[in-house]
């Protein structure tokens, strides 16, 4: 990404340290601990943001949260624990996203439990 060009080596790896499953994060004193914030700082350094994408991904957020909530208002207790039982079983290695391919084996798996109320 251009926008991280500039950053370090060590910046980037208590990033994508944090970004992880809560399970897998470092705790707080590994993170204190963590070279990137043991550095004296050399030089200022200017990122460029993309206001225009920053918005556009919060916006996205926004909206997905919308979304859901619209969903689970139209389902009952029951049809909410079955959502959820789908998504898990069509989460094949567990990251809590689902893939195309994920996707295109689960669809299988919901038409078998007759999982095709309208919403």
């Known amino acids: 990404m251009p926008q991280f060009k500039g950053v370090s080596k060590e910046a980037k790896s208590i ?24 550095m004296e700082l050399q030089k200022t350094l200017t990122i460029d943001v993309d206001w225009k994408h920053l918005k556009s991904f919060y916006n996205y957020g926004k909206m997905k949260k ?11 207790e029951v049809e909410i624990n079955d959502l959820g039982s789908a998504f898990k ?11 195309f391919d994920e996707m295109k084996a689960g669809n299988i798996f919901l038409k ?8």
């Open 89 to 99: 079983k069509m989460d094949a290695n567990g990251d809590g996203v689902i893939t």
């Open 15 to 38: 990033i994508e340290s944090l970004l992880v499953k809560e399970k897998n994060r470092p705790c707080a004193r590994d993170v204190l601990d963590h070279p990137w914030l043991r």
């Open 66 to 76: 919308i979304t859901l909530t619209y969903i689970a208002s139209q389902l009952n």
């Open 112 to 119: 078998a439990l007759n999982f095709t109320r309208k919403l």
